[in-house]
C-alpha cells in the first residue's frame, strides 16, 4: 500500500477519532508540547538576543526555525521508525496524531458549555466558559454579547482548527500537519502587534497569514456550503462572504466569520476590549435579528457540515482516485 494511501486513511481515522473523543484535557498532546516548546525557546532566545528591533527580529527568525523544525522532525522521524517495523505500526501511530491535530469536536463542545451555562441562567458561568475559548475581555459581557464571541469564535477556529489542518495533513501526512499546527500555536502565543512582541513575533504572524491563506478561503465556501447543508441560509452565508470576508486586520480571520454571519443572519465582530483598551473593528454581516444563545449550537452544526464537506474533498476523493484509479 502506498504512503499516500496510508496517511488518508490515517487522516479518515484520525477525523473519526475526533468525532467520537474529541480532546480529553487529561492526556498528552502535542500542541500542549508544542507550546511548551514555544515559551522555552522565547526565555532562552530573549537572553541570546539584544532587546532592539533587529535584535528581537532575529530572534523571531530563530523562534520560527526551530519551532517548526523539532516537531516536524520528530514526527516524521518516529513514523520512519514505525514503517521500518510495521506499516501497520505506522498508520495507527498516524491516526492518533492526526486526531490529535484536529479540533472538530472539542471546539463545538466548548462552545456548547457556553450555551448551557446561558441556558441555566447563570452569566458568569458562560462568561467564564467564553473566556476560555476567546481573546477578548468578556467580564463586562451581557447575554448577547457572550452568545455572539462563542458564534465568533466557532467561525474563525472553524479554519485554523479543521480545515487548514485537514488540508495539511491531507496533503503531507502527519508531519505537514505538525508544521502547519506549530506555526498556528506560535501566531496564537507571540504573533501580536505589541510592544512585547511587534517585532520578536512578527516572522511567526507572516508565516502563519501565509499558511492560512488558502486554507481560510477556502473554509469560507465550505462553510457557505455547510450553512445551506444544515439547513440555514446559505445563499445569505455566500453573500456576506463576498462582501464581507475582507472585513479585518488579518488577511484571514474574516472569511469564516462572514460565511457564519451570512448563514445565520446576524452582525459579527465591531468593537471589543482587548486587555482593557477598546478594540475598533467593522461589523461583518447584517443585523437582521436579534443573536440568541441557540446560535452557539447552530454554529456547532454549520461546523460539522463544513468539516464532512472537507473531509470528503480533501480525503475522500483522493482516496477514490489512488484507490481505484
Same mark, same amino acid.
Given at each position: 500500500?502506498?504512503?499516500?494511501?496510508m496517511?488518508?486513511?490515517?487522516?479518515?481515522?484520525?477525523?473519526c477519532?475526533?468525532?467520537?473523543?474529541?480532546?480529553?484535557?487529561?492526556?498528552?498532546?502535542?500542541?500542549?508540547?508544542?507550546?511548551?516548546?514555544?515559551?522555552?525557546?522565547e526565555?532562552?532566545?530573549?537572553?541570546?538576543?539584544?532587546?532592539?528591533?533587529?535584535?528581537?527580529?532575529?530572534?523571531?527568525?530563530?523562534?520560527?526555525?526551530?519551532?517548526?523544525?523539532?516537531?516536524?522532525?520528530?514526527?516524521?522521524?518516529?513514523?520512519?521508525?514505525?514503517?521500518q517495523?510495521s506499516?501497520?505500526? *505506522?498508520?495507527?501511530?498516524?491516526?492518533?496524531?492526526?486526531?490529535q491535530?484536529?479540533?472538530?469536536?472539542?471546539?463545538?463542545?466548548?462552545?456548547?458549555?457556553?450555551?448551557?451555562?446561558?441556558?441555566?441562567?447563570?452569566?458568569?458561568? *458562560?462568561?467564564?466558559?467564553?473566556?476560555?475559548?476567546?481573546?477578548?475581555?468578556?467580564?463586562?459581557?451581557?447575554?448577547?454579547?457572550?452568545?455572539?464571541?462563542?458564534?465568533?469564535?466557532?467561525?474563525?477556529? *472553524?479554519?485554523?482548527?479543521?480545515?487548514?489542518?485537514?488540508?495539511?495533513?491531507?496533503?503531507?501526512?502527519?508531519?505537514?500537519?505538525?508544521? #502547519?499546527?506549530?506555526?498556528?500555536?506560535?501566531?496564537?502565543?507571540?504573533?501580536?502587534?505589541?510592544?512585547?512582541?511587534? #517585532?520578536?513575533?512578527?516572522?511567526?504572524?507572516?508565516?502563519?497569514?501565509?499558511?492560512?491563506?488558502?486554507?481560510?478561503?477556502?473554509?469560507?465556501?465550505?462553510?457557505?456550503?455547510g *450553512?445551506?447543508?444544515?439547513?440555514?441560509?446559505?445563499?445569505?452565508?455566500?453573500?456576506?462572504?463576498?462582501?464581507?470576508?475582507?472585513?479585518?486586520?488579518?488577511?484571514?480571520?474574516?472569511?469564516?466569520?462572514?460565511?457564519?454571519?451570512?448563514?445565520?443572519?446576524?452582525?459579527?465582530?465591531?468593537?471589543?476590549? #482587548?486587555?482593557?483598551?477598546?478594540?475598533?473593528?467593522?461589523?461583518?454581516?447584517?443585523?437582521?435579528?436579534?443573536?440568541?444563545?441557540?446560535?452557539?449550537?447552530?454554529?456547532?452544526?454549520?461546523?460539522?457540515?463544513?468539516?464532512?464537506?472537507?473531509?470528503?474533498?480533501?480525503?475522500?476523493?483522493?482516496?477514490?482516485?489512488?484507490?481505484?484509479?
Amino acid at each position: 500500500m502506498s504512503w499516500a494511501i496510508m496517511h488518508l486513511l490515517a487522516l479518515l481515522i484520525g477525523f473519526c477519532l475526533d468525532l467520537l473523543l474529541g480532546d480529553p484535557h487529561w492526556a498528552p498532546h502535542p500542541v500542549r508540547a508544542i507550546g511548551a516548546l514555544i515559551a522555552g525557546l522565547e526565555k532562552g532566545l530573549r537572553r541570546l538576543f539584544p532587546k532592539s528591533p533587529a535584535g528581537e527580529l532575529a530572534g523571531g527568525v530563530v523562534l520560527v526555525v526551530f519551532t517548526l523544525a523539532i516537531p516536524t522532525g520528530l514526527t516524521a522521524g518516529v513514523l520512519w521508525v514505525c514503517r521500518q517495523a510495521s506499516p501497520w505500526l *505506522a498508520l495507527g501511530v498516524e491516526s492518533v496524531l492526526s486526531y490529535q491535530l484536529l479540533a472538530t469536536k472539542s471546539l463545538a463542545a466548548e462552545s456548547r458549555k457556553v450555551y448551557d451555562a446561558l441556558k441555566a441562567g447563570d452569566l458568569d458561568k *458562560a462568561r467564564y466558559a467564553v473566556s476560555m475559548i476567546v481573546g477578548r475581555d468578556t467580564a463586562v459581557l451581557d447575554e448577547a454579547g457572550v452568545s455572539r464571541a462563542a458564534v465568533e469564535t466557532v467561525a474563525e477556529n *472553524a479554519s485554523d482548527g479543521v480545515i487548514a489542518p485537514l488540508l495539511f495533513l491531507a496533503v503531507g501526512g502527519a508531519p505537514l500537519g505538525m508544521l #502547519y499546527k506549530a506555526a498556528n500555536t506560535m501566531d496564537s502565543m507571540v504573533g501580536y502587534r505589541n510592544e512585547t512582541y511587534l #517585532y520578536f513575533g512578527r516572522t511567526a504572524a507572516r508565516l502563519d497569514d501565509v499558511l492560512n491563506f488558502l486554507p481560510a478561503r477556502m473554509a469560507g465556501v465550505l462553510l457557505c456550503l455547510g *450553512a445551506a447543508a444544515a439547513g440555514y441560509d446559505g445563499k445569505n452565508a455566500w453573500r456576506i462572504f463576498q462582501r464581507d470576508r475582507k472585513n479585518h486586520k488579518s488577511p484571514n480571520s474574516a472569511h469564516t466569520e462572514a460565511a457564519c454571519a451570512g448563514a445565520l443572519q446576524l452582525r459579527l465582530a465591531g468593537p471589543n476590549f #482587548y486587555f482593557g483598551k477598546l478594540v475598533d473593528k467593522p461589523y461583518i454581516g447584517d443585523d437582521q435579528r436579534p443573536i440568541e444563545p441557540l446560535d452557539i449550537l447552530r454554529a456547532g452544526r454549520i461546523l460539522y457540515a463544513a468539516a464532512f464537506f472537507a473531509l470528503l474533498l480533501f480525503c475522500g476523493l483522493p482516496l477514490l482516485i489512488l484507490l481505484f484509479p
